[in-house]
């Protein structure tokens, strides 16, 4: 199961990298992406609902300027990758994956302020004369990549395993709840949709 | 500028956030993408010229073409004219800087804020078509497995298409105009084409929403299932009046359903 989710988050953190980093050709929308690990999980179905779910509820949420939104393709896959590889209600795995998403910009804020630091070492090496920007962008998208695969894995592993036990101990009432709230996204999420064009 | 330069900065220009930082924002992906047409011109005095471009950068990444463009242009009228150097270099900077914002409302306006949702609309519309339904997820017979994939492809499809043409031509168009004022922003009638792609999702997403709405309805077998659909809507209008986020609305809802649920 470990190197299973393993080998599924090495996938999620590659098609992460393409959200900000690299292209933007939005085959890492959740739609896409969560259509690709469900796929993969061996249930693209899942990945679908799970994915389009997140683009509804996610509707109008836009990278603009320095903002950094919650991750729709870490919200799709860690969802997809907890309800088909770790068995979680999907109600649940939704609203699991959804946390973990909303969770990423505090890891991206810091990436950012992190790299912030490297323009001063860019700066005094074309001053000496060596230019090597490509050096620059590869380190990026290592750092991108690392950071996306290490925060999917280990929120996957960890929620897997206490989602399953929170499930089994949780009050029928909470239960219901969970269900509702997965049961209305695709209503409101339309909605939601709709007026994104108004 | 020959094609090959075009190119290299358009595939470069792919990379343009790979090194995205709090304190200059996408200078380094700018640098990045301008190294081969900066070498071109300043040969051995590159690191130079690559210096000069690491200071803050920031625009829609899909209207980072013009800029790119227009930054070659100048670049290459200083590199040939180094008498008149340090006057290009001046007006370069005030340009970057004039054309990044005002291209960035643009694009984000209609890359961000609508034709990402129009192509998701579309693909919704598209498995519609095909049969395949999404509340509940299910429909397309044996053939959903294909028609999935080629509903997801067509909203990408259609994204792409305009998106990397906007991005190639945009380089061609910065080179020509050179930084002029309004260089991009007359490349298109952007305010047109955005009225009008919102229009249309606008009209898809209200016709599938009727039909999702109209079937639950009957599903359900009373008229009183209209009020899920109709509460929805209603909640979506509120949240977006309110200025609130759909995440706080459907966490809402699960605590209320919780609460109620423990109550009752």
């Given amino acids: ?198 | 500028m020959n094609f090959w330069l075009k190119v290299k900065i358009f595939a470069r220009l792919f990379f343009l956030q790979a090194c995205w930082n709090r304190e200059r924002m996408q200078n380094i992906g700018f640098a990045f993408a301008l190294y081969p047409a900066l070498r071109l011109i300043y040969k051995d005095k590159v690191s130079a010229a690559v210096l000069r471009h690491t200071g803050f950068f920031n625009t829609q990444p899909f209207m980072a073409g013009f800029i790119a463009g227009a930054v070659c242009k100048m670049e290459e009228t200083a590199g040939s004219c180094p008498e008149k150097a340090a006057a290009v270099y001046e007006k370069m900077m005030i340009t970057k800087k004039n054309m990044a914002s005002a291209l960035a409302a643009v694009g984000d306006r209609f890359f961000w804020g609508t034709l990402m949702s129009f192509a998701l609309v579309l693909s919704v519309a598209l498995w519609w078509i095909f049969g395949f339904r999404i509340w509940p997820v299910a429909g397309g017979g044996l053939w959903a497995g294909f028609y999935v994939p080629l509903g997801i492809l067509g909203g990408l499809i259609v994204y792409n298409s305009l998106s990397l043409w906007i991005r190639w031509k945009g380089i061609e168009r910065g080179y020509l105009c050179a930084g002029s004022t309004g260089c991009g922003i007359d490349f298109i009638n952007w305010q047109k084409l955005i009225k009008s792609a919102r229009r249309a999702g606008f009209l898809l997403s209200v016709v599938l929403f009727l039909f999702y709405g109209f079937n639950f309805v009957r599903q359900s077998g009373e008229y009183a299932g209209a009020l899920v659909p109709l509460g929805a809507l209603a909640g979506a209008v509120a949240v977006k009046k309110l200025n609130w986020s759909n995440v706080y609305f459907y966490l809402l809802l699960i605590i209320v359903a919780g609460a109620l649920a423990f109550i009752v």
């Fill in chain 1, 1 to 198: 199961m470990i190197f299973e989710t393993a080998l599924i988050c090495l996938a999620g953190a590659f098609l992460g990298l393409e959200t900000v980093c690299f292209g933007q050709f939005l085959l890492s929308r959740p739609l896409s992406a969560g259509a690709i690990i469900g796929w993969l999980c061996g249930d693209a179905m899942s990945g679908v609902a799970i994915g389009l779910w997140t683009e509804f509820i996610l509707a109008g949420v836009a990278p603009v300027g320095g903002h950094v939104p919650p991750n729709g393709t870490i919200c799709a896959a860690t969802a997809t990758i907890l309800a088909r590889i770790y068995g979680l209600e999907i109600s649940f795995a939704f609203l699991l994956g959804l946390m973990t998403g909303i969770f990423w910009p505090e890891i991206e804020v810091r990436m950012r302020n992190a790299r912030s630091k490297w323009n001063a070492v860019l700066t005094d090496e074309l001053s000496r004369g060596e230019c090597r920007p490509g050096k620059w962008i590869f380190a990026g998208l290592a750092q991108q990549f690392t950071a996306g695969f290490v925060f999917l894995f280990s929120a996957s592993v960890v929620l897997g395993l206490a989602g399953n036990v929170a499930w089994q101990v949780m009050p029928e009432q909470i239960k219901m709840a969970i269900d509702f709230g997965y049961s209305a996204v695709p209503w409101f999420g339309f909605g939601a949709l709709i007026i994104t064009f108004l």
